[in-house]
């Protein structure tokens, strides 16, 4: 089982775009999901998260511009992201925890990063 994000690209400041994760085949279930990013030369930071009953958490700087979603049916994860920076520019990585089949314990996957480059 693979993590699959899409939905990065180019985008002037201001602009919107969405992401979307999605496991490459069919799961059991999902528990906490979330997005990363790296920036060029900086460390990776947890963008924002979901817990499997709803619960988000953003971190400062994409408050109140970015949104966390998921549809328990597809076990996806999206991040709706509005009113983007250039600082916003980074790779955006999704990260799950996964059951893959019912007797099967959660483990933690990542998905590929997609790029996200917000031009000014």
């Known amino acids: 089982v693979q993590l699959q994000a899409s939905g990065g690209g180019l985008v002037q400041a201001g602009g919107s775009l969405r992401l979307s994760c999605t496991p490459s085949e069919r799961i059991f279930s999902s528990n906490d999901m979330a997005w990363y990013r790296q920036a060029p030369g900086k460390q990776r930071e947890l963008v924002a998260s979901i817990s499997s009953g709803g619960w988000t958490h953003y971190t400062d700087s994409v408050q109140d511009r970015f949104s966390i979603s998921r549809d328990n049916a597809k076990n996806t994860v999206y991040l709706q992201m509005n009113s983007l920076k250039p600082e916003d520019t980074a790779v955006y990585s999704c990260?799950?925890?996964?059951?893959?089949?019912?007797?099967?314990?959660?483990?933690?996957?990542w998905g590929q990063g997609t790029l996200v480059t917000v031009s000014s």
């Open positions: 990260n799950a925890d996964l059951k893959v089949c019912r007797f099967c314990s959660y483990s933690t996957y």
